[in-house]
Every structure is written in C-alpha cells, then in structure tokens.
C-alpha cells in the first residue's frame, strides 16, 4: 500500500485505542434497569466491537509486534482475548432478564478495562517505537479487514444499534452515522453485498 494511501487511514495504533473508546463508552450508557431490548442491543454492540477489534489484532497487530519483540505481553494479551471470548459467548447465549446478565457483563468489562489499561501504557507505545514506519500501513490493513468483518454483520450491527439508541438522540445520530458508512464503503467498493439470485 501506498504511503499516500495509508495517511488516509488512521494508525494501527489509533484504531486499537479508538475500538477501545468506543467499547468503554458503549459500556458507560449500559445501566442495569434499563428496558430489556436496550441493554440487549448494548450488550451485542459491545460483543459485536469485541469480536471484531479481537480478530484484527490477533490476524495483522499481533503478528507484527512479534516480529519485532518477544514481550510475553502479547501472549498474555492472547489470554485476555480468550477469556473475553468465553464471556461474550455467555452473553450471546443469556437473555437481559437472566439473574446473571449484569455480573457478566460487568465481568467482561473488567477484563476489557485491564487489557485496556496494558495495551495503551505497554503494548501501543512499544508499537510506536518499534513499528513507527509501519503503523499507517498497518492501519490501512486493519481498515481493510475491518469492512470485510463488518459486511455481513451490518444487519445485526444496525439492529443492536438500534436497540441501543431506544430515545438517546446521541446513539440514534451515531446509527445514522453508521449506515452512512456502510453505504460509503458498498458504494466506493471497499464492501460487497452479495446479492441471492431470486
């Protein structure tokens, strides 16, 4: 990829932490008495953004840094990742109104919050040392691979979405924001709908 084109993408590093902001601050609107439908569409986002942001670091992030480094981190970064992914199937597996939907929920964001907090004071400033050349290249990569994730998810991703905003003007704009986005990449060819033959 070109240097050119990679500036038009953010960083490697700046996706990582702003998956990471998004993810927090999805957790922040989640409040226990809210109506079941709305805590289901938070909670899915939140999975659904895990899921994601998981799978572009351990396929083009991961990869990288341990061509560089030989940081246990990264291996205990994988753990984190495993353990995420067994709450998440827990959650997608409960109902809101199961008597340990809350406690789970709260589990995975402190496990998210601990990653978190090592990523972003070890691992991402590591990456800026020692892939600093390659960090906007990488992060056309991920933006790259990101849309081929999100493609097919885009109708659940826009559900959830919707379930999630129920009155918040705020999440109703990023819904909108979202479609935008999506109607972007079909449109510019960076997402592919495939279409049944009817």
């Not at 990829?1 to 998004?22: C, E, G, K, Q, Y």
């Not at 409040?31 to 569409?41: D, E, L, N, S, Y």
């Amino acid at each position: 990829m070109t240097s050119f084109v990679s500036r038009l993408f953010p960083t490697a590093t700046n996706m990582i932490r702003l998956d990471h902001t998004h993810v927090m601050s999805t957790f922040h609107q989640y409040k226990p008495g809210a109506p079941a439908r709305v805590k289901k569409g938070l909670v899915n986002t939140i999975c659904t953004a895990l899921e994601i942001h998981a799978q572009l670091e351990e396929e083009i992030f991961y990869p990288e840094m341990r061509k560089v480094t030989e940081d246990e981190r990264i291996t205990q970064a994988l753990e984190e990742h495993s353990e995420m992914k067994r709450l998440i199937g827990l959650l997608r597996a409960m109902e809101p109104e199961a008597r340990d939907y809350d406690d789970t929920l709260s589990a995975l964001m402190r496990d998210v919050m601990h990653h978190v907090a090592d990523e972003e004071t070890i691992l991402l400033p590591a990456a800026e040392k020692l892939l600093a050349d390659k960090l906007g290249d990488l992060g056309a990569q991920m933006t790259k691979r990101r849309l081929q994730l999100v493609g097919p998810r885009s109708g659940e991703i826009a559900v959830d979405m919707g379930r999630a905003a129920s009155g918040n003007t705020a999440a109703i704009a990023m819904v909108g924001l979202a479609a935008a986005g999506l109607l972007v990449a079909r449109r510019t060819g960076h997402l592919r709908w495939h279409h049944r033959a009817s």
